[in-house]
């Protein structure tokens, strides 16, 4: 069954940086595209940045020149590479399969942005 699992989240300063992972098994991973979202509590889970199979890329405004999304085919894996980290951008980060009908989930990867 296709399964996605997250990882690299952790606590940072305001002004770090994170490099999240997201490695999916069960499926032909370079066929479809893959989305970052994350939530943050009491609020809605929230897109964040999307990468197509062809790599064309698009990011939300809030995070825009902030985050890299990247993929690495060969390891089945999606990359969101964060800088310059907010305490605003504490929240769950989850990785999304772009597979069917409604797509596949991850569990998520806590970040937390603070002094």
């Known amino acids: 069954q296709v399964q996605l699992v997250e990882s690299g989240g952790g606590l940072v300063q305001p002004g770090g940086s994170l490099r999240l992972s997201c490695a999916v098994s069960g499926t032909i991973f370079s066929y479809y595209g893959m989305e970052w979202y994350r939530q943050a509590p009491g609020k809605e889970r929230e897109f964040i940045a999307r990468?197509?199979?062809?790599?064309?890329?698009i990011y939300a405004n809030s995070v825009k020149g902030r985050c890299t999304i990247s993929r690495d085919n060969a390891k089945n894996t999606v990359y969101l590479q964060m800088n310059n980290l907010k305490p605003e951008d504490t929240a769950v980060y989850f990785c999304?399969?772009?597979?069917?009908?409604?797509?596949?989930w991850g569990r998520g990867t806590q970040v937390t942005v603070s002094s």
């Open positions: 999304r399969l772009l597979q069917g009908v409604g797509g596949y």
């Open positions: 990468i197509t199979k062809d790599l064309a890329t």
